[in-house]
């Protein structure tokens, strides 16, 4: 199964697609329905993937949209911002010992 999303500027909604080919033959996911349960009903997943390498398309897609995990979010502005650092450590270290060359 391929699983995407694609974003409509005009209408500020990301739209989910999933397709899948079997023995030459196309399918696609239709659209999800949802009802009223109890409230401690248990539910069954509305998909499921034999692989997590399927999601991986849909993860890319989101991920271009600027959809960024949020609990993690902070974790991903620290490690930018430390590896922002390193890099102008580096930078200092190259350009400082090349000046002594000259």
Request: charged residues 30%; neutral net charge.
């Amino acid at each position: 199964m391929r699983l995407r999303a694609y974003y409509t500027p005009g209408s500020f909604k990301i739209g989910l697609y999933g397709s899948s080919v079997i023995e030459g033959k196309r399918f696609v996911v239709e659209p999800v329905e949802t009802k009223a349960v109890e409230k401690y009903e248990a539910s069954l997943p509305f998909l499921e993937v034999n692989e997590k390498g399927e999601f991986q398309d849909l993860l890319d897609d989101l991920w271009s949209m600027g959809l960024r995990p949020s609990a993690k979010a902070d974790e991903y502005k620290a490690q930018l911002e430390t590896m922002k650092n390193h890099l102008n450590d580096m930078r200092a270290l190259v350009f400082k010992s090349n000046r002594k060359d000259l």
